[in-house]
């Protein structure tokens, strides 16, 4: 790990706060709207003071070794795993980060338009200050924090709404939330059981994978909703967009859900992220995450 790396580690864990997966709908205190789908209501934060919103103030230009996961991680303005380990990001800063934090998090896999890596990386640095030892010392104790990070513990589906084409973010939302259902329907098919909770539903049903048929659980959010205009990345158009992020994620059967006599799926990410990306809308992009083998997506 770089030293930008380390830097980015310390910097993320002293602006760092708490969330949880059934609240996270709680940390949207200002800025709340919804957007009904179908008899569904869709929860979002539109506020100012959201990372989506700095991340995408200019089309972002993504360097050249970037991956699908780490792209969708710069437009949602949080930092690829490779410079801050899990636990030393909080979805916490999803709502409270400011545009300069957002830049310095993203720094090492996009640059905004008319900006270099290097104007990037070196506005980091010096902003961020500090010595080697220190910064290893804070590293080590943010690797194991136990505060939720969303990079490893809840994906998220990105939509990227042309404005000229969408009255309003409201209006983004609603077409976002229609994308991800077709998505999900197309990819997760003979649903045996849906499970309607506080923050979205959960799916069981059947995923095609290489080894054959599958059983998959899958979950699709509908509070904690992303939302803000801005501007596509430049590798795809940097038209003017409202862009919109919904949680997603996937399970897969546990050794305790088996002592349990629970059967959550027996597909890894990967695999469900496989199917999805066979039916990925247009103009859209996702991650799902995975603690075991890392986050994938496609983008």
Partial sequence: MNYLGMALAVVIASTAGC??????SKAQSEGVGSAPVAGVE???????????????ATPLQFRANATPVDKVFSVLGMPSLKVAPAGSYTAN???AATAEQTKKYISSVATPAGR??????????????????????????????????????????????????????????????????????????NVTKTINVQNGQFRTGSIETEAGVKTAKVFLGRRGVLASDGYAPADRGGYAARIVAIPINSETTSVMDKVLFLDNGNVSAAEVASALSRSLPEGTAFYLPDQKSGPVGAY
Avoid at 19 to 24: G, I, K, N, Q, Y
């Fill in 42 to 56: 869709y929860e979002f934060r539109d506020s100012d003071v959201v990372a989506l919103k700095y991340a995408n």
């Fill in 116 to 189: 270099t890596g290097k104007d990037i990386e070196a506005i980091g640095l010096n902003a961020i200050g500090g010595n080697m030892g220190a910064a290893g010392m804070a590293l080590s104790l943010v690797a194991g924090s136990p505060k939720y990070d969303p990079r490893v513990n809840l994906g998220f589906l990105v939509c990227f709404e042309h404005a000229d084409q969408t009255a309003s973010v409201t209006d983004a939302v609603s077409n976002c939330s229609k994308k991800m259902n077709a998505m999900f329907a197309s990819a997760v098919t």
């Fill in 19 to 24: 969330a949880m997966h059934d609240r996270v």
């Fill in 93 to 95: 800063q999803l709502h």
